[in-house]
């Protein structure tokens, strides 16, 4: 009789370019891809060992000579708001929450065009048109959802004044990419549709809300450590961010592991049964 044992993800990793968060560093990142009837336990086993989904692919930091991007999660049943967090709560409860299936809007993509111009005009996505914009939304594997917050104008009509695409894991929501109107800039939107995230999860029983990476010495993920009950991935475990002014900007310029090294320590679902290979 003959045996074939599943077939396991094939592990790449990409070219070199500018790190987006850190000046005169190269970032590359390790991934797969994200299809077929496994893709929902592969998602979550590896979201777990901080990788992240964009559209089918996981992927996660493998920079050669850094390690200063670590993947961050909210404990949903140990946070505590800050004082400035509930003022942002109630200075929102105007809004008006919607959670629907992955699917593109016209009124979703102006949105996203003027967040853009108004906030990374020089960024990765700042030429995205409308059908790459729908491909994000809706080319998903998984259970994902776009979450939307609705206000209403002068004409008492409700209009979008933010989006977040939502990742459902078997233990938490992943905040893929969250927008919304620059015009209410002063309202703290960006921290707002992450509390509103910690109270979906806690309803629904989710233990984890999952942030993406923190990057300790970047001005653009501080925001991430102002949260409570913050965990971080290192050193392949997850740990409690006490303090973030405790971590040593000399220690992330460290190189990291080889990639070889990196794809073995990868746990996988029905792990004893797969084998796991990456190319150049």
């Not at 990793?13 to 893709?39: H, I, M, S, W």
């Not at 450590?225 to 997850?238: H, M, N, V």
């Amino acid at each position: 009789m003959r045996h074939s044992l599943p077939i396991a993800p094939q592990f790449y990793v990409t070219a070199q370019q500018p790190c987006p968060y850190l000046d005169g560093r190269e970032e590359r990142k390790l991934f797969t891809a994200l299809n077929g009837e496994d893709a929902e336990d592969l998602n979550n086993t590896l979201s777990k060992q901080g990788f992240r989904r964009s559209q089918n692919v996981l992927y996660r930091p493998s920079c050669p000579n850094c390690t200063a991007c670590y993947s961050a999660r909210i404990r949903v049943a140990d946070f505590i708001p800050s004082k400035s967090q509930k003022r942002c709560l109630r200075k929102n409860s105007f809004l008006t929450r919607s959670a629907t299936s992955p699917w593109a809007s016209e009124e979703q993509y102006d949105l996203f065009r003027t967040y853009l111009a108004s906030r990374h005009a020089d960024g990765g996505m700042a030429d995205m048109d409308i059908f790459e914009f729908a491909a994000m939304v809706e080319e998903t594997p998984i259970k994902s959802r776009i979450v939307e917050y609705t206000r209403m104008n002068t004409y008492e009509k409700p209009e979008l004044a933010a989006v977040c695409l939502t990742d459902v894991f078997d233990d938490g929501l992943s905040m893929v990419y969250s927008f919304f109107d620059p015009d209410l800039m002063k309202n703290s939107l960006g921290t707002y549709i992450i509390l509103d995230h910690i109270a979906i999860a806690r309803d629904a029983g989710l233990p984890y809300v999952y942030l993406g990476y923190w990057v300790p010495t970047s001005p653009k993920m501080a925001y991430k450590a102002k949260f409570s009950a913050l965990e971080i991935y290192q050193d392949g475990d997850w740990r409690t961010l006490d303090n973030p002014d405790n971590f040593d900007p000399q220690k992330d310029s460290m190189p990291s592991d080889p990639i070889a090294e990196q794809v073995a320590k990868i746990s996988l679902p029905n792990t004893p049964i797969h084998r796991r290979s990456f190319d150049l």
